[in-house]
């Protein structure tokens, strides 16, 4: 029986980098683990994101989250002013340190606010260009292309697959559900597999069905599943900083099970054609804004 958990790490933002990584990756070397971390390296805008999405449903996950404490105060206005700052122009020598330390290394994106924002409106050249200019950063960083990468938000569409196949990523991770798959876009196999994540983040379940503090690392371990697919995506700004100590000891309690910590690239088969083939549709999904991207598994 195998028992796998394929850590995957989103970093937003300039804070989060700049604090959070080195956060996390002194907890995982103390537990002996390593994660495939998604960097986000262009120009940190997020104050944007959140004031756009001022309106109830957010403003109520606001609250659940304690946002403000989860991104720190400068993030609301970070963007809404002045430029953001760019990540990986001032921040490359955290993500390489990452890199140094074992860890995956792929490409969340250059923008995450303009990627939430615009994705329904962005043209294909518009996204091949944000695509570019991440991959560039940070194969600039890291002195070789990532090969692998993960979309802002879930937000994929067969635009962004069609535009992906144009960089040489091994696999990419930019949808929800509980199954590797070969995504197909009309009838064309796409060359790079989806390791979609299983797993609820920190906001989507906080504050949902019964869910606290102090009762989420017994919901989240219940999540676990011994002889499946199991993903879980973290993040550099929750719990590389006030979800710190709660997730260290959801990690202590994992492994006490049994379970693995692991990069996501060790959860690829080896024989790529024995995965099953699936599309990528877009979906309503609970503690979420808007849609994001889930699996649809060929029968
Ligand atoms: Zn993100």
Redesign the pocket.
Known sequence: MTRKIGLRI???TFRGTRHGVPVLCELFAKHHISGTF?F?VGPDNMGRHLWRLLKPAFLWKMLRTNAAGLYGPEIILMGTCWPGPGIGKHLGSIIREADAAGHEMGL??WD?HQW?ARIDRMSDEQLYRALKKGVDMLGEILGRAPETS?V??WKCRNAVLEQKARFPFRYNSDCRGDAMFVPKVGDREMNQPQLPVTMPTYDEALGRDGVTNDNYNDHMLKLLRPDALNILTI?AEAEGNICRNMFDEYVRRAQDLGYEFVPLRELLPADLTTLPRGRIVNRDFPGREGWISCIELEP
Do not use: E
């Open positions: 989103d970093v937003d998604y986000s969340h994106c995450h939430q993960a802002p938000g993040h």
